[in-house]
């Protein structure tokens, strides 16, 4: 379930400020609210320590002569946490799981990821968060019922806890069986924990992810615990550093993997929440494009210095997905479906010990940065080759704030790819372009067709520092409608996150068939979800009036492992003159809404595959899709347009197949 709130505006203070975080440049957007006018800035990142290009960025509003107490209003896109995951650099973290189930982590789903990994013999998976050496088992069981079939052996689990004090560890994740049901073992291990190792960081899984599926709410919670001592010392930090400075508003946020912002204690809880936090403010500004513009459909398309982040947006709604993966990494938690590949304006080019031109995966960052920004760069960059062919200018970089070597790009380029491939400098500087760009346009068909969408039907907003500099060239390539580019590309993320709602999810699982579930049982699931969540913002000093509330169950196909989402949105309220939204997987967070409009949702008759079904839960009419065949042409599942301008029957059964698996089986 997820608390949503529209923020107040405090009268005594005028400015909002946000800063979005990245590899190579930090990009500010300063907000009046008296009279509206929208000020932006780029800096060069610091990643040996964000928080210093934070406080430069709040010093040229001060220099403006705007006092610090002015400033009412502050959320930060962070990749702190993205970072610590990707380059391995977590802390030093334990696990305790159920006795004679240490091996879940290890064995995971037990296969391979799709794609090019299935057909590759040196494929390795990524090393654990947390050696076998630091796996502990707890002396503990919980029924699927919930119901305790063996206490916590507490004396057992002092003797493993006592051993890890010498190990140095800072950090503990706790995942036991079934404890979404019975979280008091997992309690009373992070009390026992407090108590023997002091200052250590404990993460419960029944707190971060209190739903099924044993493996990937491991997976979330030992990511949470990895990265929970960062990104609270981080965030501690930047919060003295803005006291400090006199910037004291409580209205200060992290952006979250899901679209909406956490005020900083939560965030600093909740880190695993976080690491998808710099490119989703982009998408709440997309969003937003959709409804100014009309165009529904879109692709965004940011790239920045480091990465190219691309999202789909159908209908206005963005694709948000309840388990994702980073780096191979399961996180089983709401966030926006979103695509990242290593394609930014630093991206490194060169040639391998074969001869062949290779582009990326690295990247020459904020330290030393494209040989043009003469800070020591030496090898060329996808900068650097957009320079050379005059996409961009010596003189107008930032607006004219930095100036470019272009001799230096041009000598980079010369050197480390044009003379060893026996070509001119342009001719070497285009085919890296071209490269770069087919890279992103394959991360756009993952998204896309790959899924059953035309590309047709889409339109490409390009923003980030170097998006709208390769978008024409991709949407023609792909066929797309159109490009949009929003005014100040640049900074789009950050623009963002002045969009954004405090948003919170709250999930629990419960496992019942349609034939047994009541509205009253339902409501027993929703009520303590509600209560958490309307609690938990209250904490945060939001009035019943500002709280939106959203209801979703998450259902599916008996045997099947994809679930169908019906979401229903209540506008009158439990609470006075309030306004509720909360979104919920599995469970969600309020009673649900007595006669509620038809939902269609999944229920699945064991006995035919393709039989409908109608099935009253509480309130809530299901029903199966209506897809009913591999090459039925309905509106839910039709031969695609493909963007050659062809259309084939066999891609349509494709399409069938991905968003209907359930209706095909034993058809590859």
């Not at 079939?149 to 051993?163: G, M």
């Not at 969003?287 to 990465?307: A, E, H, K, P, W």
Request: proline residues 5%.
């Amino acid at each position: 379930m997820g608390g949503m709130v529209l923020l107040p505006r405090d009268d005594m203070a005028r400015y909002r400020l946000t800063v979005d975080t990245g590899g190579t440049f930090s990009d500010f957007v300063y907000l009046d609210e008296q009279t509206r006018e929208i000020s932006v800035a780029k800096l060069p990142s610091t990643p040996d320590d964000p928080s210093r290009a934070i406080l430069a960025g709040v010093e040229l509003l001060l220099a403006k002569g705007v006092q610090p107490a002015d400033i009412s209003y502050f959320c930060h896109g962070t990749t702190v946490g993205t970072n610590a995951l990707l380059e391995g650099k977590g802390v030093r973290t334990g696990l305790l799981v159920t006795k004679g189930f240490r091996g879940i982590y290890e064995v995971a789903e037990q296969c391979r990821p799709h794609g090019s990994a299935i057909f590759d013999i040196f494929y390795d998976r990524p090393p654990l968060l947390v050696p076998e050496s630091l796996t502990g088992e707890v002396t503990e069981r919980v029924s699927a019922s919930g119901e305790v079939l063996l206490a916590l052996d507490e004396t057992a689990l002092l003797t493993t806890i006592r051993e890890w004090r010498e190990e140095g560890l800072e950090s503990v994740a706790v995942c036991l069986l079934f404890s979404f049901l019975r979280p008091e073992h997992e309690e009373r291990a992070r009390a026992i924990i407090a108590e023997e190792i002091p200052g250590c960081a404990v993460s419960l899984s029944s707190d971060i992810v209190p739903q099924i599926r044993e493996y990937h709410r491991l997976s979330t919670t030992v990511i949470n615990a990895y990265l929970e001592p960062i990104l609270a010392r981080y965030i501690g930090n930047l919060e003295q550093r803005l006291s400090h400075g006199g910037l004291t508003t409580r209205q200060k946020y992290i952006m979250q993997s899901n679209g909406g912002m956490a005020t900083f204690a939560a965030s600093a809880r909740k880190a695993v929440a976080t690491v998808l936090s710099g490119p989703a403010g982009g998408i709440t500004a997309s969003v937003q494009t959709c409804r100014t513009t009309g165009l529904l459909n879109l692709i965004t398309f940011d790239m920045g210095g480091t990465s190219c982040d691309v999202a789909l947006i159908k209908d206005g709604e963005p694709s948000v997905q309840n388990r994702g993966k980073i780096e191979e990494r399961d996180i089983s938690l709401p966030m926006i479906d979103i695509n990242t590949v290593s394609a930014g304006g630093g991206t490194l080019a060169r040639v391998d010990r074969f001869g062949q031109l290779e582009v990326g995966p690295q990247s020459a960052g904020a330290v030393p940065g494209p040989a043009c920004y003469a800070r020591g760069g030496q090898q060329p960059t996808i900068t650097d080759c957009n320079l050379v062919l005059g996409y961009l200018g010596e003189d107008n970089f930032l607006g004219g704030k930095m100036k470019l070597d272009a001799k230096a790009a041009v000598s980079a380029v010369q050197h480390d790819i044009a003379d060893k491939l026996k070509l001119s400098v342009v001719d070497a500087a285009e085919g890296i372009v071209r490269i770069i760009n087919v890279k992103m346009q394959e991360a756009i068909k993952a998204i896309s067709t790959m899924r059953g969408h035309d590309l047709r039907d889409f339109h490409l907003l390009a923003f980030g520092g170097a998006g709208p500099l390769h978008a024409c060239a991709i949407a023609a390539e792909l066929g797309m409608a159109g490009v949009v580019v929003p005014p100040y590309p640049g900074v789009y993320s950050a623009m963002g996150l002045l969009m954004s709602d405090v948003k919170h999810d709250y999930i629990r699982s419960k496992l019942a068939g349609l034939d047994t579930v009541t509205a009253e049982g339902i409501a027993s699931v929703f009520a303590p979800l509600q209560s958490h969540a309307e609690r938990d913002l209250r904490d945060e000093e939001f009035t019943a009036a500002e709280i939106e509330i959203e209801r979703a169950l998450d259902m599916r196909y008996a045997a099947d492992v994809r679930p169908y989402r019906a979401r229903r949105t209540r506008r009158d309220c439990i609470l006075p003159a309030a306004r509720h939204r909360s979104r919920a997987a599995g469970g969600a967070a309020q009673a649900p809404r007595p006669r509620a409009r038809a939902q269609r949702c999944a229920a699945r008759n064991p006995q035919s595959a393709f039989r409908r079904r109608h099935a009253r839960l509480s309130g809530l009419s299901a029903r199966a899709p209506r897809c009913r065949g591999t090459f039925h042409r309905t509106r839910d599942c039709r031969p695609a347009r493909r963007h050659d301008g062809r259309s084939a029957r066999s891609y349509g059964a494709r399409r069938c197949i991905q968003e209907h698996p359930h209706h095909h089986r034993g058809f590859s």
